[in-house]
């Protein structure tokens, strides 16, 4: 199993600075990749959000954009690789954005992991000009464009969603095929279009139940698909600390370092092939990550 760590592009930490040394700080410790998300804009007022409400975290009013950060620290890197978890694919053109991961790609000597979303949040796909009826078949079409703009010239696309005319698009990616996709989802029908579509998946930790039910939906689309099940990757993210101590109460893969050692073995039992912790809202400064890090490697490897 593969281990990461998202970089500090959110919230007080957030910095060129802090950025290069979580950066460096993980390919020195032996992390496999470092990872950004995407964040378009955090409404001031409530927003909807699973039939609730709720108020933005203040953590997302500072987000730096996420291909910039990865192409900065490419420039401090030599090995770890470059992950979205995730972009928001619909905010953007295939063929820009195939682009702009085939240049990250080349830059980086064929490190990039392609992590796209759906998107979840009104106010940024008003502000993108994009409706929401766009998600489900578009994003599953957008992938489609996306590959086509990766493989071999002249590109050409002509679906409902997206169009791109007989064209050479460069640069390739280093990459065969493009960099690996992992999508996040967790709903079934979410789940089975990644199975279909030949991508991994990249579902959140929020709860046993939760992680272990699409773990297992998602390859048993896999078997229905044709595919080997465990053929795809499965990434974890967690949205939480690796604590100096242990914690009575913690969700998955928090906690002290004993304690978040002991959920990675039940994650091998699941087949997970790589998990990484995203730690930009949870008050944990960066030098204190890399510790922590450093720690669970000593421990699960």
Do not use: C
């Amino acid at each position: 199993m593969d281990f990461g760590l998202a970089l500090p592009t959110a919230g007080r930490f957030a910095s060129a600075e802090a950025i290069g040394q979580v950066a460096e700080g993980a390919e020195r410790i032996g992390l496999d990749s470092v990872w950004v998300f995407e964040r378009l804009l955090s409404p001031t007022e409530p927003v909807t959000i699973g039939g609730g409400t709720m108020s933005m975290p203040e953590v997302y009013n500072n987000v730096y954009s996420p291909l910039e950060v990865l192409a900065f620290a490419a420039a401090k890197t030599s090995r770890v690789r470059l992950g979205t978890s995730v972009l928001i694919a619909l905010f953007h053109n295939p063929a820009a954005l195939g682009r702009s991961f085939a240049t990250l790609d080349r830059l980086s000597g064929g490190r990039v992991v392609a992590g796209l979303g759906q998107g979840w949040l009104d106010a940024e796909f008003q502000a993108a000009g994009v409706p929401t009826s766009r998600k489900g078949a578009g994003f599953g079409e957008f992938i489609e464009a996306l590959r086509a703009v990766w493989g071999p010239d002249p590109v050409s696309f002509d679906g409902r969603f997206y169009t791109i005319a007989k064209s050479a698009i460069a640069p390739k990616p280093v990459q065969d095929g493009g960099p690996p996709i992992i999508v996040g989802a967790g709903a079934p029908a979410a789940l089975r279009r990644a199975a279909e579509l030949g991508v991994g998946l990249n579902p959140v930790a929020m709860s046993w139940d939760a992680l272990e039910g699409a773990i297992a939906a998602f390859r048993g689309f896999e078997r229905d698909a044709g595919r080997e099940p465990g053929a795809l990757p499965v990434v974890v993210r967690v949205n939480a600390p690796i604590s100096g101590e242990p914690l009575d109460e913690r969700g998955p893969l928090s906690g002290s370092v004993q304690q978040v050692a002991g959920d990675v073995e039940r994650l091998r039992g699941l087949g997970v092939n790589e998990v990484f912790w995203s730690m930009d809202s949870t008050g944990t400064e960066p030098d204190v990550q890399l510790a922590r890090m450093t720690e669970l490697l000593a421990a699960v490897r």
